[in-house]
């Protein structure tokens, strides 16, 4: 068991589960995540794999193995479940998107398991991405706008910026963005806003 902090902020509990399984408690809220490192662990570039609403880092792992392609290229990946919203009648796995206005703080949950991850095994800080699925893809857009300067660059897959987090964006923002929206969604639509 390790703990992470920052002055004046919660700790960071990460408690190995098995293998490469963790939690990571934070706030009252405990997130599961599995980590997929490269052969050369040292300076590595990360990627934190948000799934989307009710999946779970193992789930996401299975249905795509981005670890099969990341790794063998040098970088470090995580899948990182997300956790029950304050608020959530359903009571699902998701993500503070800024849809839940008192639900967790996943923003700094996030950038505070990053900042582990670069300190546990020395990664490389410059080079932190995001990506996520449905509602990870939603959480994505509220890293870049409020991640602090954590993340080089998000991917949005079937996800959209709340319009909350457009409201409240930062305007000097400098952080790269990709989206990607399937052309039959009828959840999240391509012209939805």
Request: glycine residues 10%; neutral net charge.
């Given at each position: 068991?390790?703990q992470?902090?920052?002055?004046?902020?919660?700790q960071?509990?990460?408690?190995q589960?098995k293998?490469?399984r963790?939690s990571?408690?934070f706030?009252g809220?405990?997130h599961?995540f599995?980590?997929?490192?490269?052969?050369?662990?040292e300076?590595?570039?990360?990627?934190?794999?948000?799934p989307?609403?009710?999946?779970t880092?193992?789930s996401?792992r299975e249905?795509?193995a981005?670890e099969?392609?990341a790794?063998?290229k040098?970088y470090?990946?995580?899948?990182v479940?997300?956790?029950?919203q304050k608020?959530?009648?359903?009571?699902?796995?998701?993500?503070?998107?800024g849809i839940?206005?008192n639900?967790n703080?996943d923003?700094t949950?996030l950038?505070?398991?990053?900042?582990?991850?670069?300190?546990e095994y020395?990664?490389?800080?410059?080079?932190?991405f995001?990506?996520?699925?449905?509602n990870g893809?939603?959480?994505?857009?509220r890293?870049?706008?409020?991640?602090?300067?954590?993340?080089?660059?998000?991917?949005?897959?079937?996800?959209?910026?709340?319009?909350?987090?457009?409201?409240?964006k930062?305007k000097?923002?400098r952080?790269?963005f990709?989206?990607?929206t399937?052309?039959?969604?009828?959840?999240v639509p391509?012209?939805?806003?």
């Open positions: 068991k390790r992470a902090g920052r002055d004046g902020l919660q960071l509990d990460v408690t589960i293998d490469n963790y990571a408690a706030g809220v405990v599961e599995i980590i997929e490192l490269p052969q050369t662990v300076n590595a570039p990360l990627v934190l794999l948000l989307g609403y009710n999946n880092a193992e996401m249905e795509i981005f099969k392609q790794c063998p040098g470090a990946v995580v899948y479940n997300g956790s029950i608020g959530d009648l359903a009571k699902g796995f998701a993500w503070n998107s839940y206005p639900g703080d923003v949950f950038v505070m398991l990053a900042e582990y991850l670069q300190k020395k990664l490389n800080k410059d080079l932190v995001a990506a996520g699925f449905s893809g939603f959480m994505t857009h890293l870049a706008m409020q991640g602090q300067t954590s993340f080089k660059a998000c991917v949005s897959v079937a996800g959209k910026m709340p319009k909350v987090i457009w409201r409240d930062n000097k923002n952080v790269g990709f989206q990607i399937g052309l039959k969604d009828d959840v391509k012209n939805s806003d």
